[in-house]
């Protein structure tokens, strides 16, 4: 055979060594569970009937939709969507891939089936058509050989007979391949990959990948050293990469970048295995970490959609050493809930409180979030931004629909939309909670629909409970430390390239609430109090001093409390307190910076050696205003003779000011 097959195999060495993310997490985490017995060494040896089936399920619904003049097989009733049982998370997502794989090379495939008169066969009804193309895309991908028959495994009636139609026409198969390839010039079956398709997997196959540091088992510097004694070398950034080499990430100092080519040697090292070092999108460390940055001490974060266990995991990690729990939504059955604990409970987290409810379906006044203040929330989206996308959206249990989008290298306007309603439904139920201060939102998605329009809408909506405290855009933690062209204005955003998946992340923070002190301190600092608040201090200061002077009259004071009084400076504030009042008011604005407080408070101390016009007019109508209570002035100055005795030494020391407040009064005595 020519190398078609080697080049078909290659491409999905993670299917065939099952060596993918989440599968190979999941082997690692249950150290070697039924989930891994159960399909061991999957897809060098084919695959269990039950792969075979739901993968075929998965296909009708993916496939692609001729026009009535190129349909070359038919496929029978693809309308709505089948009923697919997976024995457990790895069967699933082997399933999915196979699906995939059929589809990429859906034309090839139906081409060759044709070519070798192997369909039609009256044999088989169309609607087995489906399980026949990807039994023969892995037929193809084993080189044509016989497939093992797996231990335990549950024999498929269907399945056996479509493998063994197929191989009666082995010879006639590849020899149509061969021929299908010579007809289009094809160096290799690539050729026969969608375009979108090609580009995304070449992107893929350069990306860096991230690893972020289980900090429960271990800490950055052993991982360093473990990584050493490997041979592996610590660069700079990116673009140093030379193989055996690492970085630290420039926004998550708990997250290295390894070249892509390191996957598989990575995966297979005891620190992945131990679930110290474990692989994820870039994208959902950046949301855990400004999640986590909002997050105050003893208070609770909720994240709204289950998504990959790893992400949890992740934020339980970065919470390591205070006393928050992390509630997270939609865990829909007790099987799934103990899977999930027991993942966690092997990576060391103890933190995470799973609930039954959707997001949308908790109430905001939900007792058991009392002390929740933070709200992660990872909507579903096109994840056309992330670095695989295929597998984010299998990993987070995604919608497997967006599989076809991503084949197409689009997502249509109705589905679009579709998620852009659920995405703003979603942050406009976390605007409810009264509790919440903060939001993090954040997507993989390159839509604007998905992105800032959903962010804009939701704050122009209104929905807040606390009219007083709305929110407010704020730039994330990794602003700062982001170049113009990833970061626009409140908005954290990293366009996809071949060094860096895509990422959208939007933080939202209630107002917080500004005493009237702090409100005027701010705008006295902008110059914009000028003259305007000089009036109000004078009420406040005025009644006491009027309540504490009819007090003393009515109940009369005796000597030890006259001698507590604190020392008269000047005659016309013993024969008249309302007017040394009216002086003190002259600089009652501190925060106004055009206020003359200095000037006035340097005549204030030396009034008694300087007569001013201003202090004149305020002694001479402080005594228009005291004529009537001058009988009470003097009979208190009679009982304290010591308050008398300073008044008399402060008068002979303010002859000219004395005087002057006498001929004043005599004026005004009827």
């Known amino acids: 055979m020519p190398d078609s097959e080697s080049n078909l195999e290659s491409s999905h060495v993670d299917v065939i060594n099952g060596t993918s993310v989440l599968s190979k997490t999941k082997i690692s985490d249950e150290k070697g569970s039924v989930g891994k017995r159960a399909v061991p060494q999957i897809g060098k040896d084919g695959y269990?009937?039950?792969?075979?089936?739901?993968?075929?399920?998965?296909?009708?619904g993916l496939r692609t939709e001729k026009s009535s003049g190129k349909i070359l097989l038919r496929y029978g009733d693809a309308s709505g969507s089948p009923t697919v049982a997976f024995k457990d998370e790895q069967s699933r997502r082997v399933s999915y891939e196979l699906a995939f794989k059929t589809l990429k090379y859906q034309d090839l495939l139906e081409e060759v089936l044709v070519e070798s008169k192997v369909y039609p066969s009256y044999s088989i009804p169309d609607e087995l058509t489906s399980l026949l193309v990807v039994m023969l895309c892995d037929l193809q991908d084993r080189k044509f050989q016989n497939r093992k028959i797996f231990a335990e495994e549950e024999i498929v009636a269907e399945v056996q007979e479509i493998g063994n139609y197929l191989y009666s026409y082995e010879t006639k198969l590849a020899a149509a391949l061969a021929r299908c390839r010579?007809?289009?010039?094809?160096?290799?079956?690539?050729?026969?990959?969608?375009?979108?398709?090609?580009?995304?997997?070449?992107?893929?196959?350069?990306?860096?990948?991230?690893?972020?540091?289980?900090?429960?088992?271990?800490?950055?510097?052993?991982?360093?050293?473990?990584?050493?004694?490997?041979?592996?070398?610590?660069?700079?950034?990116?673009?140093?990469?030379?193989?055996?080499?690492?970085?630290?990430?420039?926004?998550?100092?708990?997250?290295?970048?390894?070249?892509?080519?390191?996957?598989?040697?990575?995966?297979?090292?005891?620190?992945?295995?131990?679930?110290?070092?474990?692989?994820?999108?870039?994208?959902?460390?950046?949301?855990?970490?400004?999640?986590?940055?909002?997050?105050?001490?003893?208070?609770?974060?909720?994240?709204?959609?289950?998504?990959?266990?790893?992400?949890?995991?992740?934020?339980?990690?970065?919470?390591?050493?205070?006393?928050?729990?992390?509630?997270?939504?939609?865990?829909?059955?007790?099987?799934?809930?103990?899977?999930?604990?027991n993942s966690f409970s092997h990576m060391g987290c103890t933190n995470i409180c799973l609930l039954h409810e959707d997001f949308t379906e908790l109430r905001p006044t939900d007792p058991r979030l009392e002390k929740a203040t933070v709200i992660l929330l990872i909507p579903q989206c096109s994840e056309l931004g992330a670095g695989n996308p295929m597998e984010l959206i299998l990993s987070e249990h995604g919608d497997a629909d967006l599989l076809q989008d991503l084949f197409q290298g689009f997502v249509s306007e109705d589905k679009l939309r579709i998620l852009a309603e659920r995405q703003l439904n979603e942050l406009l139920h976390a605007l409810k909670f009264n509790k919440v201060q903060a939001i993090v939102y954040c997507t993989c998605s390159v839509y604007p629909e998905e992105n800032e329009l959903v962010v804009k809408k939701a704050l122009?909506?209104?929905?807040?409970?606390?009219?007083?405290?709305?929110?407010?855009?704020?730039?994330?933690?990794?602003?700062?430390?982001?170049?113009?062209?990833?970061?626009?204005?409140?908005?954290?955003?990293?366009?996809?390239?071949?060094?860096?998946?895509?990422?959208?992340?939007?933080?939202?923070?209630?107002?917080?609430?500004?005493?009237?002190?702090?409100?005027?301190?701010?705008?006295?600092?902008?110059?914009?109090?000028?003259?305007i608040v000089e009036e109000k201090p004078k009420e406040e200061v005025k009644k006491p001093k009027v309540k504490q002077r009819r007090w003393k009259a009515a109940a009369g004071d005796s000597k030890p409390k006259a001698a507590k009084l604190p020392p008269r400076p000047t005659a016309a504030k013993v024969k008249a307190p309302k007017a040394a009042h009216k002086i003190q008011e002259t600089h009652v604005c501190p925060i106004c910076p055009k206020s003359p407080a200095s000037k006035v408070q340097k005549n204030h101390a030396d009034f008694p050696k300087e007569k001013t016009v201003q202090e004149r007019k305020a002694a001479s109508d402080t005594a228009q205003e005291t004529v009537q209570g001058k009988k009470a002035t003097s009979d208190t100055a009679q009982e304290t003779g010591q308050g008398k005795k300073a008044t008399s030494d402060t008068a002979q020391k303010t002859g000219q000011g004395k005087k002057a407040a006498s001929n004043t009064q005599q004026k005004n005595v009827p």
């Open 182 to 341: 010579i007809k289009h010039d094809a160096l290799s079956i690539e050729y026969f990959v969608p375009e979108t398709i090609s580009k995304q997997e070449q992107r893929t196959s350069a990306l860096p990948i991230c690893f972020w540091i289980n900090t429960f088992k271990i800490s950055l510097e052993d991982v360093i050293k473990d990584l050493e004694m490997k041979g592996f070398t610590k660069v700079e950034s990116v673009p140093d990469f030379d193989h055996y080499t690492y970085a630290v990430d420039q926004h998550c100092r708990d997250v290295l970048v390894f070249p892509s080519s390191l996957k598989e040697e990575l995966l297979n090292l005891d620190l992945s295995a131990d679930c110290k070092l474990l692989l994820q999108d870039k994208s959902r460390s950046l949301a855990v970490h400004s999640a986590r940055a909002l997050l105050t001490e003893g208070a609770d974060i909720i994240m709204a959609h289950l998504g990959s266990h790893l992400t949890i995991a992740h934020m339980s990690v970065l919470t390591n050493g205070s006393s928050s729990s992390i509630f997270v939504c939609g865990v829909k059955s007790s099987a799934k809930e103990e899977e999930l604990m």
């Open 460 to 531: 122009e909506s209104g929905v807040e409970r606390d009219k007083a405290r709305r929110y407010r855009l704020i730039p994330s933690i990794f602003s700062t430390c982001s170049d113009s062209e990833s970061s626009t204005e409140m908005f954290f955003k990293i366009e996809p390239s071949q060094i860096s998946s895509g990422c959208f992340l939007a933080v939202l923070e209630r107002e917080k609430k500004v005493s009237a002190k702090d409100i005027l301190a701010s705008a006295a600092a902008k110059a914009l109090l000028d003259g």
């Open 48 to 60: 269990p009937d039950s792969i075979y089936i739901n993968a075929a399920k998965i296909f009708q």
